[in-house]
Structure formats: structure tokens, C-alpha cells
């Protein structure tokens, strides 16, 4: 086990702080109103040792275990990911919540590759994912963007009119374009919605039947949250290559498993398009709110106005919606980092979830998507003194991490989770910046705290608004990662100019 950054806490005077990383119990900046920034903590035997990146205000960063530079990037996206061939591709400015578009830079920083989206009526948005395209041999980008849609369509697809007008309405879109800039698919949400408000509809429930009848479609008119610009606010999005599969996630819930493989083909963007509209492009899975679909009870103030409850809603807030890659433990099993926002908890927290679609209610992992009320759920009471209330909780969710303490961890905003080869967990906690891995028993390995502020570059965090260091995700790499094979990675300073 090695305490970390003597320097930095003698020139910031931190010597209670470094006593405390000598045996491992610093706390989290949550539950603590200052302390050192950069690399805390590192467990060396434990930790799944490589290399983290992270943007921050301008920059992405790629640190090793001891926070020391080892390359660094000019760019201005606020989520970069490394390719395999050690370009770094990110949104091409600094807001996720709209860019125009992407950059992919080589290792020296040189654009290799740039795409905008010229469409006045698309808006993209938060995440984005390189994928090999097996129909099209080639490699691809999809994306989010919001794509808006008038009155009159709201109104003849079935918007309810006392809700309306629809000024300004937008759902959420997938659009996929090769490296030439040319869209050769796209899925869209207003392709797949149900209504009960109008029977001279077509997309109508029908005669006898309810929004319960089609899980794989949305409400329409969700009960007071009619539809609007950035209806659904989708945040993040992944590709599994092996099942062809997208999966999408909105801040409000939910998140949406849609079939990419069957509906694209090759050199016709047009079949493509219309096949993803189409009952072929309807949800494979979802999972967060039944409510939303009128399979479970939503969250509700209870009779005393004290307590609350989340009904069956199991995520909120949420982001960083992916696959855990195959050969990793927890192989095609859903990630999701639950911000714990929107669950009406009494005392909210953010929380990682590890969930298996295919589970059923006898536990059992079969070869199909299972309708998470299927499955079930588990009432489960939090410790007293945590001041929360029991919850029912899904049984397809299989592994779970959150602080012991309530205000150990939490984020209200953005965020990310990874799953290492050794079973452990990064987890980006956005709003303060706070970088940190555990294993699967919940052991925190490693933690860092992001110097880089609004206010410039710190080596003491004090207590700040939220946001002030934010980091919107993080990612480790292995020293055996075909991005990094052949590269120079000799550390340098930290951040903060602290050299080793």
C-alpha cells in the first residue's frame, strides 16, 4: 500500500491529511471540507494498475497510478476516449449538452478526422461510440442528437392537445455516419410511440388493451412530462458489436436496448432508416421505470409528507449506460451509473448498478431479454441510520456500489463507471471531480481528486460549489492496450507541476 504526493502535502501544509493516507482512511471530498488534490490513495497490490484519462476545462489528461503526466491533449471535448489506434476522438466543443460535432486526433494532436452535422433539425448531444460496422466492413461513429419535431406532428401522432402547444418539441435520435460523413442509419423515438389519449391514431393502444400492452414502445404523453424540447434528454449510449445492439440511456430513467444489426443494410441508407422505424427497431429491453409503460408503482411523498418511496423506479438521474465488454467479469451485463436523482429518496445518493437483462425471477440467466417486473424485485431495508426508507429493488440488477456513508458519494450530474479485468471499478464522480476505484467488495484502491478548477489549478480542494473541478467521465487503460502499444509514456510532472 503506497501513500502518495509527500511534496504536495507539505507545500499545502496537509500533514493530519498525509497521517491519514498513511493508513488508507482519507475521506472522500464529500465528507470533508478540504483536502490535497490529485492522487490520494493507491493500494498497488489491489488496484488494476494502468493508465486513466480525463478531460478537464480544455485538456484531456492520461495519468498513471501515481497522477504523473504521461500525455496530454489540446482539445476542448469534455469525453474522450482512446481508440485502439491511439487517436483520441471527443465532441468537438466543450458543452455536452450540444455540439456540433466531433474531432479524432492523432497522438501528436493532429486532426485525423472531423465530422458536423449540418441538419438545422439535429442537435447532438452527450455521447457518441466508434463502432465496426460488420454489414459495411468499415468503421462508423454513432451518435445523440435531438431531432425536432413540429406541432402538428406532435398533434397528429397523438400528443394530447390540452397539453400542448409543442413549440420547439425534440426526441431524441441514433445517427450513424461513416468516416466519409455520410448517415447511413438512423433510429428515432418518435418512430415508436404508443398513446391512449386519441383512437382515431394509429400508434392507438386499441380496443381492450393499455400502455402496458407495449413495453416496447414510449408513452406518448407521459403523465406530466408532456412532450418538449429535449423530451427524454438522453445522455449516454454504447454498442454491443457481438449482438449488433444499441443501448440508450435518459437522465429521466430509463434507458432502451434497440436492434442495430437487423436493421441496417449495407448501401441503403433509406431501407435502413425505414427498417429502424419500423416494429423492428420497437425496445428489445428497458429497464428503470416501469411506471412509464404502467407495469409498476412510480415514486410518491407519502400521506405525512416525511416519507417517501421510490415505487419500482430503480434509476434516476442516471448516465454512462454501457456493456461491460466481454472478458471482463460481469461479461454483457449492464452498467449504469445511478446518479439518484428523481427517486424521491428521503436521502438521496448516487449508486452503481451491474444488471443482467436476461435474469429471470427464479435467478436464472436465460437466452432472451426478460421485462425487469418479470423478474421481480427485492424489498430491501438501508441500515437506520441512514435516514432512508425501504425500497424494492430489482432482482436483474447483480452488483451494486455505494458509500457507506450517505454524503461519501454522490453526484447529481454526469459521471461514469468501468469494469477492470480484475473485477475492481473505476468510478468517476463528476461533480466533485473525484476519481476512484474499488473492488467488487466495495474497497476503495486508488482515489484522486481532479486540480484542475474553475478557479485554476489547486493542490488543496476546499469546499466549492458543485462542478468546480467537474470531470464528466473517466477511463483506465492497461499498459497492454493496443492505443498505448509503442508509445513513449515516461511520467512527468503531476497536474499541479509535482515532480516524482
Not at 434528454?233 to 444489426?261: A, I, T
Not at 428497458?286 to 417517501?308: C, H, K, M, N, V
Not at 430503480?314 to 446518479?339: K, Y
Request: hydrophobic fraction near 35%.
Amino acid at each position: 500500500m503506497q501513500p502518495l504526493g509527500t511534496n504536495m502535502r507539505k507545500k499545502a501544509g496537509l500533514a493530519a491529511a498525509a497521517m491519514l493516507l498513511m493508513h488508507g482512511l482519507f475521506l472522500p471530498p464529500l465528507a470533508a471540507q478540504q483536502g490535497p488534490t490529485e492522487t490520494r490513495f493507491w493500494n498497488s497490490a489491489r488496484a488494476y494498475n494502468g493508465y486513466t484519462l480525463f478531460a478537464a476545462r480544455g485538456k484531456s489528461y492520461l495519468i498513471d497510478m501515481q497522477g504523473y503526466l504521461v500525455h496530454t491533449w489540446s482539445t476542448i471535448g469534455t469525453n474522450p476516449r482512446l481508440l485502439d489506434s491511439g487517436n483520441l476522438l471527443d465532441a468537438a466543443t466543450d458543452d455536452p449538452s450540444g455540439f456540433k460535432g466531433f474531432k479524432e486526433v492523432d497522438w501528436k494532436g493532429a486532426v485525423v478526422w472531423q465530422y458536423s452535422e449540418g441538419r438545422s433539425t439535429y442537435a447532438p448531444h452527450h455521447d457518441f461510440v466508434r463502432i465496426y460496422n460488420t454489414k459495411l466492413q468499415a468503421y462508423t461513429t454513432m451518435y445523440i442528437a435531438n431531432k425536432s419535431l413540429t406541432h402538428d406532428q406532435a398533434i397528429a401522432a397523438g400528443c394530447d392537445p390540452a397539453t400542448g402547444p409543442y413549440t420547439g418539441a425534440q426526441m431524441d435520435a441514433v445517427v450513424e455516419v461513416d468516416l466519409k460523413g455520410n448517415i447511413v442509419w438512423e433510429w428515432w423515438f418518435f418512430d415508436h410511440v404508443v398513446q391512449d389519449i386519441d383512437k382515431s391514431k394509429a400508434n392507438y393502444v386499441g380496443s381492450g388493451k393499455t400502455i402496458a400492452d407495449y413495453p416496447g414502445k414510449i408513452n406518448l404523453n407521459i403523465p406530466g412530462r408532456p412532450v418538449k424540447s429535449d423530451w427524454l434528454h438522453c445522455n449516454s449510449m454504447d454498442y454491443n458489436q457481438e449482438l449488433g445492439q444499441v443501448v440508450l440511456n435518459s437522465v429521466q430513467g430509463e434507458f432502451y436496448v434497440v436492434d442495430h444489426r437487423n436493421t441496417f443494410v449495407a448501401g441503403s441508407p433509406q431501407e435502413s432508416i425505414a427498417l429502424a422505424a419500423g416494429a423492428a427497431g420497437d425496445f428489445l429491453y428497458r429497464f428503470g421505470d416501469p411506471a412509464r409503460y404502467s407495469q409498476g408503482d412510480p415514486p410518491s411523498i407519502l400521506e405525512d409528507w416525511t416519507e417517501s418511496t421510490a415505487g419500482h423506479k430503480q434509476i434516476g438521474g442516471s448516465h454512462d449506460i454501457h456493456w461491460i465488454r466481454p472478458g471482463l467479469p460481469g461479461a454483457g451485463h449492464f452498467m449504469v451509473f445511478n446518479n439518484g436523482q428523481y427517486l424521491s429518496e428521503r436521502t438521496p445518493q448516487s449508486y452503481i448498478f451491474e444488471i443482467d437483462g436476461y435474469r429471470n425471477s427464479q435467478g436464472v440467466t436465460t437466452a432472451r431479454y426478460v421485462n425487469p417486473p418479470e423478474a421481480g424485485y427485492t424489498l430491501v431495508q438501508p441500515a437506520s441510520d441512514t435516514r432512508k426508507t425501504a425500497k424494492k429493488i430489482s432482482n436483474q440488477i447483480v452488483w451494486s456500489y455505494a458509500s457507506r456513508s450517505s454524503q461519501g458519494f454522490f453526484s447529481h450530474i454526469g459521471a461514469s463507471a468501468q469494469r477492470l479485468p480484475n473485477g475492481n471499478t473505476l468510478i468517476c464522480s463528476d461533480t466533485e471531480g473525484h476519481l476512484f476505484e474499488v473492488t467488487a467488495g466495495g474497497e476503495l484502491v486508488w482515489e484522486y481528486i481532479c486540480p484542475v478548477t474553475s478557479k485554476g489549478t489547486v493542490t488543496l480542494f476546499v469546499d466549492s460549489i458543485p462542478m468546480t473541478s467537474s470531470v464528466f467521465r473517466a477511463y483506465r487503460y492497461g499498459a497492454d492496450h493496443p492505443a498505448l502499444s509503442g508509445r513513449t509514456l515516461t511520467p512527468g510532472s503531476t497536474i499541479t507541476g509535482q515532480k516524482p
